[in-house]
């Protein structure tokens, strides 16, 4: 998956020629001065996105010093704006600049269709594959790139393209690969949990890390995954996996809990859950990174009762669907995404993300900031409009500076 989209990444800009005098010698370091973006979305009280914003309505902050907007772009109904063409970096005396070059207006929009197979039941294969018809009716739209990536055994890696077949074949290959509760129940397990429960949410992570990796090397384009998965807990089932009758909420009640009885079972579920918070934590921040943002659908809908040759207690498959409906709801709220969990009604939810990805501002600036050490950045962008609801990532991470030449061949080369 690492190669995935790369055929999309603008090639690395040039540097600008030096010409040392007579004993002279150029010097062998550049920093990068790079144009921080960010999606935007604006919403009046209604709930409609608001095309007619200028540069002078907008106000960025970074770590709560402002900001100047050095380009602006508006996407409306699918179609590119330029309304700021980007300017060129400040000049720094002693640096050598790449060239700048200008943003290209590129039409359509980009799509990742995440299919999370080894986090999908198999006896729903047929309502998840009549999912991604829809998907490829009602929200891929003539002139916009997808992509489709699965985690497991549907083995489905498609490049990102226009070609329609390829994602019908694809949606051929989609079958669900999930656990069933026996499964976790009678299955193997160590101090973490159960074993194949942690190895497959982390197959699975491990495949989006890698997709945001490669999207995040494109620019001035709106970047969605459509994330298809019955979500993530790491301890399902905890009372029947060890023979008791006690089943664990996180929402206990600390007047009647007893440690002599529920204490390791509780200790357990609050690691599990932590763990679970940190790997969603991580994820989120790499999608930020990328500028993407994630669209998480539950093709459960609304989930009833375990299939009954399934001997799982109700509380417990109650607090397993609540579990992992919260880890979906988790990506897409930290991302600015929506998660379509506890829901039939996928016309409308996929009527909104074609909505958010049809309407949205790109907004660009040259950071202030010159102190390389500071990795993390925050932005907050404010709209000076009255009554409007306004979405942007809150923070961005400083890239890695370029390897010199010099060092990179090495002493000697």
Same mark, same amino acid.
């Given at each position: ?7 999309q ?33 604006? /919403? ?8 007619d ?19 602006l772009?508006?996407?409306?109904? *699918? /179609? ?13 005396? *002693? ?9 290209a ?16 039941? #198999? ?5 998840? /594959? ?12 003539? *002139?916009?790139? #997808? ?11 498609? +490049? ?21 509760p ?9 101090? +973490? ?43 399902p ?25 529920d204490?390791?079972?509780?200790? *357990? ?7 679970l ?25 609304l ?6 040759e ?29 998660a ?24 660009g ?7 390389? /050490? ?15 609801e ?12 370029p ?11």
């Amino acid at each position: 998956m690492t190669a995935l989209l790369a055929a999309q990444a603008a090639p690395p800009p040039k540097p600008l020629p030096v010409n040392p005098g007579a004993g002279e010698v150029a010097p062998n370091f550049s920093v990068a001065v790079n144009l921080v973006t960010t999606d935007v979305i604006v /919403r009046n009280a209604k709930g409609e996105f608001v095309p007619d914003l200028t540069k002078k309505d907008f106000t960025v902050l970074e770590d709560g010093i402002k900001q100047d907007i050095s380009s602006l772009v508006l996407v409306h109904g *699918g /179609r590119t704006y330029n309304l700021v063409a980007p300017a060129p970096p400040p000049q720094q005396e *002693g640096i050598i600049l790449p060239q700048t070059r200008p943003a290209a207006d590129v039409a359509g929009r980009i799509f990742i269709l995440f299919v999370d197979d080894l986090h999908l039941d #198999f006896q729903n294969t047929g309502r998840i /594959r009549e999912l991604f018809k829809k998907i490829e009716k009602d929200l891929i739209h003539p *002139g916009d790139e #997808f992509a489709i990536v699965s985690t497991g055994p549907s083995s489905i890696a498609v +490049q990102l393209t226009y070609d329609r077949q390829e994602l019908d074949d694809a949606i051929k290959k989609i079958t669900g690969d999930g656990l069933k509760p026996d499964d976790i129940i009678n299955g193997p397990e160590s101090d +973490q949990g159960p074993d194949e429960v942690r190895y497959r949410a982390s197959v699975a992570f491990s495949t989006a890390y890698d997709l945001l990796k490669s999207i995040s090397k494109i620019q001035n384009r709106r970047k969605a995954i459509i994330y298809v998965s019955d979500g993530y807990d790491f301890n399902p089932f905890e009372g029947s996996r060890h023979g008791s009758s006690n089943t664990f909420d996180s929402r206990f009640d600390a007047a009647t809990y007893d440690p002599s009885t529920d204490g390791q079972a509780f200790q *357990g579920q609050v690691f599990a859950d932590s763990d679970l918070a940190r790997e969603l934590g991580a994820l989120t921040r790499a999608a930020n990174r990328a500028n993407a943002t994630f669209y998480t659908i539950d093709p459960r809908g609304l989930p009833g009762f375990a299939d009954l040759e399934q001997n799982v207690d109700p509380t417990e498959w109650a607090d397993y669907i609540r579990k992992s409906q919260d880890s979906l709801r988790v990506l897409a709220d930290l991302t600015g995404g929506i998660a379509v969990v506890n829901q039939n009604d996928f016309d409308k939810a996929l009527k909104r993300i074609d909505a958010e990805t049809s309407d949205y501002y790109v907004l660009g600036y040259y950071s202030k900031n010159p102190d390389p /050490r500071k990795k993390v950045r925050s932005i907050d962008v404010k709209v000076d409009r009255p009554g409007v609801e306004v979405w942007s990532r809150k923070t961005y991470y400083l890239p890695s500076p370029p390897v010199p030449v010099s060092a990179a061949k090495g002493p000697g080369r």
